[in-house]
């Protein structure tokens, strides 16, 4: 019952005491019947319930509903089939809820301390960042959540960050005399992709503070932006290895207590085999509800590309203006861009016009950061997948940022993990946003555009090479027609294409309409209208 009582109280992404009511009722039953049943009998319930209950992050409470919904035309995934197979809203909800993995007292004010670990020599150095740049980035994710504030931050150099320590036995020591000497904080977030649960519960126990790494913490602002279906499914399956990890670890203390490896009620399961059956059950259920949005997602594709209307995915790094970017473009005043990391997490799009008056549609993607593990990335595909399937891609870069050139080649990583397709990659273009924040601004990169999407300078420019690129890849031409006023090719004409000017002879009865047409479109204009003429 000692370990029962331990594994409750211990679990660092169950912390199911500190969960919804009716969890915590369910946790307390269970260690008050331990005094009149069995241990045997007191796992097989706790089985069952243990993987649920965990506690909503508390700074993701108290938030306006509305306050991160970006606004616009958003993805609405209405399709035929299997809608009744799909997990329904109230169903995503408890998943979402129930598991949020930040072990947090409601109301709770974190005060954090940063740790950087600044790798000297070999293949985990960054040659394109300084140790000073990642802390404030670092701090930035911090500062960030509500409720989270830094209180103090130490850079320390080490040449074993794969050591489950990270540093050296001095620089450790260092370390937790410095946290020990730090009066009030209540978490350290060490800057790490990705901390083993043997480092973490190692941390926590010399420290005596909950600890976070970038995985973590990204996954706990990702939880406070989601807003729809979509984006919550796949923040809970990004959380499923890091709760099976975790959990295989906390089994092998237990085993060591004689109490994990024990037969549940003559079914022939531990409690570690038990609960790795409801997280992979819960895993396949998230997977098969986020495939079936994908379809959905491919059939809306397949929609616009029937209507043929052009997309065009803005992406980059995070905060680097992309939402304004779209804003200025379409003139879209229900958008409203936010100075925030993770504003954006599900894909948007707004309707635009360029300047040869061709409907056109950006997709608002969600921004890219550094040293995101591929599970992360992963679980976010059915999102990213949109990338793939544009007609264009323009990459926004905040130029007055210093570390601009290596969230470049992140932004370019990740594009390559996600098997962006050569054509879109080559045709690219590339924007500086944020130059009226740079002092004496030049342009030293050859096909690169500068702009400020808040002040709009650069725009028409932009506009431009976007409507070149669009001809380009979609196939469209533009072409002076003459038509008979009398017959229906000029509404045909409209309905079928982008009409640009049209040019009435009066005496004649005619006109020579200047139009943007698909190769398609200006096939079926022929077989219908084979006796007019261009």
């Given at each position: 019952m000692t370990a029962l009582r331990r594994i409750f109280s211990r679990l660092p992404p169950l912390p199911l005491l500190q969960g919804p009511p009716r969890a915590h009722r369910a946790a307390c039953t269970l260690l008050h019947a331990a005094g009149h049943r069995s241990s045997s009998q007191v796992e097989g319930a706790a089985a069952g319930s243990l993987l649920r209950g965990f506690a909503l992050s508390s700074s993701c409470r108290g938030r306006d509903s509305d306050e991160f919904r970006v606004r616009g035309q958003q993805e609405e995934e209405e399709g035929d089939e299997d809608e009744e197979d799909l997990l329904d809203d109230g169903e995503v909800e408890e998943l979402f809820l129930d598991y949020a993995p930040a072990g947090l007292a409601p109301g709770q004010q974190l005060k954090v301390f940063i740790v950087h670990p600044d790798v000297k020599w070999g293949s985990r150095k960054q040659h394109l960042t300084t140790a000073g740049l990642m802390m404030a980035e670092a701090e930035g994710l911090v500062n960030t959540l509500e409720n989270w504030r830094v209180v103090d931050k130490i850079v320390l150099s080490?040449?074993?960050?794969?050591?489950?320590?990270?540093?050296?036995?001095?620089?450790?020591?260092?370390?937790?005399?410095?946290?020990?000497?730090?009066?009030?904080?209540?978490?350290?977030?060490?800057?790490v992709e990705r901390l083993s649960p043997g480092a973490e519960r190692e941390f926590e126990e010399a420290w005596g503070l909950k600890v976070f790494d970038r995985y973590s913490v990204v996954l706990h602002i990702f939880r406070c932006n989601a807003r729809t279906k979509e984006a919550k499914l796949q923040i809970s399956l990004a959380e499923i290895p890091l709760l099976r990890s975790r959990l295989r670890n906390e089994m092998a203390n237990l085993d060591q207590q004689g109490g994990g490896s024990r037969y549940i009620g003559g079914s022939g399961e531990t409690l570690m085999e038990v609960q790795q059956r409801l997280l992979k059950e819960r895993e396949m259920k998230i997977r098969l509800a986020l495939e079936k949005l994908r379809r959905k997602r491919k059939l809306l594709r397949s929609q616009r590309k029937h209507k043929e209307f052009p997309v065009v995915s803005v992406l980059g790094y995070t905060n680097c203006g992309k939402t304004t970017l779209i804003k200025a473009l379409t003139g879209d005043g229900g958008m409203q861009p936010r100075d925030q990391l993770f504003a954006t997490l599900d894909v948007t799009v707004h309707g635009g016009m360029l300047p040869c008056r061709m409907p056109v549609l950006y997709v608002d993607t969600i921004g890219f950061l550094s040293q995101l593990p591929h599970l992360l990335i992963d679980s976010f595909s059915a999102t990213l997948d949109d990338i793939k399937h544009s007609d264009l891609l323009v990459h926004v870069r905040d130029i007055s940022h210093p570390e601009t050139e290596n969230q470049k080649q992140n932004v370019l990583s990740v594009l390559k993990n996600l098997q962006t397709p050569e054509r879109l990659m080559s045709s690219m273009i590339e924007v500086h946003n944020k130059i009226d924040l740079v002092d004496d601004y030049k342009c030293l990169e050859p096909d690169v555009l500068p702009i400020s999407a808040l002040t709009q300078r650069g725009l028409d420019q932009l506009s431009a090479a976007v409507e070149e690129e669009i001809l380009k890849s979609t196939g469209k031409h533009i072409l002076d027609l003459k038509v008979d006023l009398s017959s229906p090719q000029l509404s045909w004409l409209y309905k079928e294409s982008t009409v640009q000017d049209v040019a009435v002879d009066a005496d004649d009865g005619s006109a020579v309409v200047n139009v943007i047409i698909s190769a398609a479109a200006y096939g079926r204009y022929k077989k219908l209208f084979t006796d007019k003429g261009r």
């Amino acid at each position: 019952m000692t370990a029962l009582r331990r594994i409750f109280s211990r679990l660092p992404p169950l912390p199911l005491l500190q969960g919804p009511p009716r969890a915590h009722r369910a946790a307390c039953t269970l260690l008050h019947a331990a005094g009149h049943r069995s241990s045997s009998q007191v796992e097989g319930a706790a089985a069952g319930s243990l993987l649920r209950g965990f506690a909503l992050s508390s700074s993701c409470r108290g938030r306006d509903s509305d306050e991160f919904r970006v606004r616009g035309q958003q993805e609405e995934e209405e399709g035929d089939e299997d809608e009744e197979d799909l997990l329904d809203d109230g169903e995503v909800e408890e998943l979402f809820l129930d598991y949020a993995p930040a072990g947090l007292a409601p109301g709770q004010q974190l005060k954090v301390f940063i740790v950087h670990p600044d790798v000297k020599w070999g293949s985990r150095k960054q040659h394109l960042t300084t140790a000073g740049l990642m802390m404030a980035e670092a701090e930035g994710l911090v500062n960030t959540l509500e409720n989270w504030r830094v209180v103090d931050k130490i850079v320390l150099s080490t040449k074993t960050p794969e050591k489950k320590k990270i540093f050296g036995k001095g620089n450790f020591q260092l370390l937790a005399d410095k946290i020990r000497q730090t009066a009030g904080i209540n978490a350290v977030f060490v800057n790490v992709e990705r901390l083993s649960p043997g480092a973490e519960r190692e941390f926590e126990e010399a420290w005596g503070l909950k600890v976070f790494d970038r995985y973590s913490v990204v996954l706990h602002i990702f939880r406070c932006n989601a807003r729809t279906k979509e984006a919550k499914l796949q923040i809970s399956l990004a959380e499923i290895p890091l709760l099976r990890s975790r959990l295989r670890n906390e089994m092998a203390n237990l085993d060591q207590q004689g109490g994990g490896s024990r037969y549940i009620g003559g079914s022939g399961e531990t409690l570690m085999e038990v609960q790795q059956r409801l997280l992979k059950e819960r895993e396949m259920k998230i997977r098969l509800a986020l495939e079936k949005l994908r379809r959905k997602r491919k059939l809306l594709r397949s929609q616009r590309k029937h209507k043929e209307f052009p997309v065009v995915s803005v992406l980059g790094y995070t905060n680097c203006g992309k939402t304004t970017l779209i804003k200025a473009l379409t003139g879209d005043g229900g958008m409203q861009p936010r100075d925030q990391l993770f504003a954006t997490l599900d894909v948007t799009v707004h309707g635009g016009m360029l300047p040869c008056r061709m409907p056109v549609l950006y997709v608002d993607t969600i921004g890219f950061l550094s040293q995101l593990p591929h599970l992360l990335i992963d679980s976010f595909s059915a999102t990213l997948d949109d990338i793939k399937h544009s007609d264009l891609l323009v990459h926004v870069r905040d130029i007055s940022h210093p570390e601009t050139e290596n969230q470049k080649q992140n932004v370019l990583s990740v594009l390559k993990n996600l098997q962006t397709p050569e054509r879109l990659m080559s045709s690219m273009i590339e924007v500086h946003n944020k130059i009226d924040l740079v002092d004496d601004y030049k342009c030293l990169e050859p096909d690169v555009l500068p702009i400020s999407a808040l002040t709009q300078r650069g725009l028409d420019q932009l506009s431009a090479a976007v409507e070149e690129e669009i001809l380009k890849s979609t196939g469209k031409h533009i072409l002076d027609l003459k038509v008979d006023l009398s017959s229906p090719q000029l509404s045909w004409l409209y309905k079928e294409s982008t009409v640009q000017d049209v040019a009435v002879d009066a005496d004649d009865g005619s006109a020579v309409v200047n139009v943007i047409i698909s190769a398609a479109a200006y096939g079926r204009y022929k077989k219908l209208f084979t006796d007019k003429g261009r």
